[in-house]
């Protein structure tokens, strides 16, 4: 790659990394319900899951998707629903009107962050997941070195993904602040609901 391409792919990474997205939205969250620790392995989750995609897409993943036109109605599908599930979770985060499930309670529905393992599968349900990887890997993919170039993207990812996600993660435990009571902390998890629903736009227009 050369300059003028590193540079581009740097931008491009750290544009799309920081904006707002399922994996923004749900580390913002689980930091304002769980704090930094306990989000860590979800974070981690994110990036190596996102990392793995882009390797299985440039490995000719997109090729076989694209050979069976029907997985792709069952990847939307499963993309919509999952996503409907995990704004059902994160809205219900802290029972309402409970002073005891505020921020740092115990007894949270579902009271704890996605797992590492979690958070890295969650990729393969994740609309801008797959928009990024297929752009990414489309655009600054090299035939002639696919191994330097596909690392190339990965790590420009990852580089560009770690204070992305991390300064999210920070938004969310700064909120923790403000969150003190049950009325608050339901508010901030519907909204954060409601905008995580909201990424379902580009499956549903898509249909």
């Given at each position: 790659?050369?300059?003028?391409i590193?540079?581009?792919?740097?931008?491009?990474?750290l544009?799309t990394?920081?904006?707002?997205?399922?994996n923004?939205?749900?580390?913002?969250?689980?930091?304002a319900?769980?704090?930094?620790?306990?989000?860590?392995?979800?974070?981690?989750?994110v990036?190596?899951?996102?990392?793995?995609?882009?390797?299985?897409?440039?490995?000719?993943?997109?090729?076989v998707?694209?050979?069976?036109?029907?997985?792709?109605?069952?990847?939307?599908?499963?993309?919509?629903?999952?996503?409907?599930?995990?704004?059902?979770?994160?809205?219900n985060?802290a029972?309402?009107?409970?002073?005891?499930?505020?921020?740092g309670?115990?007894?949270?529905?579902?009271?704890k962050p996605l797992?590492?393992?979690?958070a890295?599968a969650?990729?393969?349900?994740?609309?801008?997941?797959?928009?990024?990887?297929?752009?990414?890997?489309?655009?600054y993919?090299?035939?002639?070195?696919?191994?330097?170039?596909?690392?190339?993207?990965?790590?420009?990812?990852?580089?560009?993904?770690?204070?992305?996600v991390?300064?999210?993660?920070?938004?969310?435990?700064q909120?923790?602040?403000?969150?003190?009571?049950?009325?608050r902390?339901?508010?901030?998890?519907?909204?954060?609901?409601?905008?995580?629903?909201?990424?379902?736009?580009?499956i549903?227009?898509?249909?």
């Open positions: 790659m050369t300059v003028e590193l540079v581009a792919l740097a931008a491009f990474a544009i990394s920081i904006t707002p997205g399922p923004n939205l749900m580390v913002m969250a689980s930091g319900n769980f704090g930094i620790r306990r989000t860590l392995p979800h974070m981690a989750g990036l190596t899951g996102f990392n793995f995609m882009i390797w299985m897409v440039g490995a000719g993943l997109i090729g998707l694209e050979a069976i036109p029907a997985s792709f109605i069952v990847l939307k599908a499963l993309s919509a629903a999952f996503l409907i599930y995990l704004a059902w979770k994160i809205a985060a029972a309402p009107g409970d002073d005891q499930n505020a921020v309670g115990q007894n949270a529905i579902g009271g797992t590492f393992l979690q890295a969650f990729q393969w349900v994740n609309p801008k997941a797959w928009a990024l990887s297929l752009a990414a890997v489309g655009a993919a090299s035939d002639a070195h696919p191994i330097l170039s596909l690392a190339a993207v990965s790590v420009i990812f990852l580089a560009a993904g770690i204070p992305s991390s300064s999210w993660l920070l938004l969310g435990t909120l923790r602040r403000f969150l003190t009571n049950a009325t902390l339901r508010i901030f998890n519907w909204t954060c609901a409601a905008l995580l629903l909201a990424t379902l736009w580009p549903l227009s898509a249909v």
